[in-house]
């Protein structure tokens, strides 16, 4: 198989890497990078669970080739946190029981992540709708809305403060 | 501030985080970070990878297989047929249900999807285009499809290796495609009750086929050291134990020489209680290579292959007064189990506890009859989220009970009241062999339909109804029997159901504890700590809890069916008390006081009546130190706990629907659950799994089925024909409790996970029914898809 090298951020440091053309993101990350956080669920892009984000864009990483990721920016679950102070997504999930098995959580981080990006105050609705691409089997997401909920009045109430 | 300052007894109670106590859960730290440890997440030097080649055919004979071109894949190390694992005797193994079941097919496929060869790559895209070149040779077969026409004379028949059997593993049968027959109850007496009845009622009502679909597919990495001869496989297994002692059975390895390992697991609902061919076929391609193999299952592959649920066609009758009141309970079951039987429930139950039919409902006499047969689908007829056919019991009972108030005219919140096992009734001996230990069933209700306004809610629709608009209330009041289980009643291979667990007080006062169940996403790492804490007066935070590693944990039967809290759970809190017995002697002894002149006070031992006391903390360093001369140093027990009965959780559920007469669209407007599951360990995690299993009732009520046509292909074994909820589907909870104790259990605890799957699924379908009730309807095939329900509209004429 042909291999080509890329370059590209992941979680702020910078990568240089030899990938075959066919490998797909999630795999070079959790097999080459060891970054184990994004999970494999369905390989049809509807559970969420490989959810990084790509560019400033969420994307499913099992859908995606690494070469697409060349001189990109990514940011996976482990890239999250910043040394011991969680982010507050992190915080929220445990705070409101926003898990169980744990297995879609490091995606639906990632995705409610972006989500606070692009809609800093969203409503309710606005949060179903915007992890409507991540699947969760446990925890019939009503937590999971708290948790994000929760993360949303912590960020702007910081910025609040500083602004 | 002061240092020295005593606190208060709330404060040390709070201090300890124990029963009752919303305590934030322990495992989130790593999974929050993405550092939790899931079975595809291990990686072991010069690992290897394995990937099935999968019949395209339902039934056929194998008339060959071409691996040439597979093999000169680069990468590719290895193609594995039935032929290769023969010599091993590993071609079949033996099922949890006592029958046989392929792991690579042996002359011919018995469904779709079956696994054939199994191609061994240093790496899963080798693996894969080795799987791809693989020819296989095909003669294909009439394919049986329709449960209904198994036992027919001319029926193909589909186990040729067992069709001259008098019977594979669960009773006499009486064809070649048939599995068991089971009969319980008065079939006399309830036949003449029949007779007499002023009423009866009777509805035909298929649970359809479904799938538990955890987010994490089944999978391991099985890893053969040859040099000191052990083999350790880490895999997705709710019963480590069990798959160890059905792994040594198989290999022929001293159980001593295996190691399982159930790493974190990502929601198993049933899927992972079995033994699958993976496991097998990676634990020999590791034995023959001497390399770790991996084999992780695909999403299409999980829905194919292993561990469907239900597929039970039923029909449910019921005889009563003109009242309403409930005189006899009958049921004939049709069960399809698939090509292999490799259901996984107690032996002695072929159709689990499904004689829980009689729910909560006080009737006197009954009869059940099931017969398993086998078709060319995918094996399995698992437990998902529900003990042992329980969840298909209690929708037959609630659906009876719903069709019977129709007929009679009585409200269905009345005649449920009317019909009810009283409190003062309990224990309970059930016309078809249970004895409910405790339960207040019209105490629930009425508390429900308070809190909903349910005569409110009739009100409003009976000027829906005015309006032509569809509105249904949906009750369901069931009881669940959970807790496998008592070791006279349950065993699993020969082994009886019991669990257990081990505690290990350190000296300096903190606690392991590991326990033969495991988690899969329910939090034992935290409730089982809150169970500790409180008996041993220890903070949670300083107790560890550990399962799933056959070389550490106690031998336990796992985690499935509800059986955790039950079982492994009674185990902890006396554990927990073996250990407080033997701390308050080495109390005694340190402070010089009787034994009988101690109590116990949240932390610590007092003296009655003095200031003298000594906190367990300080216990612990005396264990290791100065403990009495006849006494055993250490601090330590295992306690393996036969239950004496089940527990039997209950709830009372009011869904309220609203439903578009054009399209068909459901809408759920309101779910309020209320449940008992006796005495309540962590609040917060019996709230999160009642969500979760209302999620998943919510799912199979509105759209999971495995629909296979009339040649046996799988139509749609994807995420996207496959209906798993959003969160814009997904309706809000309301939860709510009350607290019924039970009798036999130490802490008095029932278990909850499953209570919502089990009672939730008949609230939907009894709401969306009830719609259309005032319409002479009483009976709405599930799952309610939107199509579905327009077929409903549709036949009314109500969409015009």
Known sequence: ?163 | MSDTREMTLEEREATIGGIGTARKRKEDARFIRGQGNYVDDIKLPGMLHGDFVRSSHAHALVKSIDTEAALKVPGVLAVVTAKDLEPLNLHWMPTLAGDMAAVLADKKVHFQNQEIAFVVATDRYAATDGVQLVEVEYEALPPLIDPKTALDPGAPVIRDDVAENEEVGQGKRHHPNHIFEWQVGDEAATDAAFEAADITISEDILYPRCHPSPLETCGCVASMDAVNGKLTVYGTFQAPHVIRTVVSLITGLEESKIRIVSPDIGGGFGNKVGAYPGYICAAAASIVTGHPVKWIESRIDNLTSTAFARDYHMTGELAADKDGKILAVRAKVLADHGAFNTHAQPMKWPAGLFNILTGSYDIPVGHVKVDGVYTNKAPGGVAYRCSFRVTEAAYLIERLVDVLAQKTSVDKAEIRLRNFVQPEQFPYKSSLGWEYDSGDYPTALKKVLAAVDYEGLRREQAEKREKGELMGIGISTFTEIVGAGPVRNCDIVGLGMFDSCEIRVHPTGSVIARLGTKSQGQGHETTFAQIIATELGIPSDNITVEEGDTDTAPYGLGTYGSRSTPVAGAATARAARKIREKAKKIAAHVLEASVDDLEWDVDRFKVTGSDLSITMKAIAMAAYSNVPEDMEHGLETTDYYNPPNFTYPFGAYVCVVEIDRFTGDVKVRRFYALDDCGTRINPMVIDGQIHGGLTEAFGIALGQQIIYDETGNVLGANLMDYFLPTAVETPKWETDFTVTPCPHHPIGAKGIGESPNVGGVPAFTNAIVDAFAHLGVTHMPMPHTQGAVWRTLNELSLNK
């Not at chain 1, 990350?29 to 560019?55: M, Y």
């Not at chain 1, 994307?59 to 982010?87: S, W």
């Not at chain 1, 309710?124 to 999971?144: A, H, K, P, V």
């Open chain 1, 1 to 163: 198989m042909a291999s080509q090298k890329i370059s590209l951020t992941i979680n702020g440091e910078p990568v240089e890497a030899e990938v075959e053309a066919r490998t797909l993101l999630i795999h070079f990350l959790r097999e080459e990078r060891r970054l184990t956080g994004p999970h494999i669920g369905c390989e049809t892009s509807h559970c969420g669970a490989c959810t990084v984000d790509l560019n400033g864009k969420s994307v499913k990483a099992c859908t995606v080739f690494a070469v697409q990721a060349d001189g990109g920016d990514v940011l996976t679950v482990e890239g999250l946190a910043k040394g011991a102070e969680l982010h507050p997504l992190q915080e929220g999930f445990v705070e409101h029981h926003g898990l169980q098995c744990g297995y879609c959580t490091p995606g639906m981080l990632t995705r409610a992540y972006r989500l606070l990006q692009e809609n800093p105050n969203p409503s309710d609705e606005e949060i179903r709708m915007g992890i409507s691409g991540n699947l969760c089997r446990c925890t019939g997401y009503q937590n999971i809305v708290k948790a994000i909920r929760y993360a949303a009045d912590k960020i702007n109430q910081a910025e609040g403060a500083e602004g």
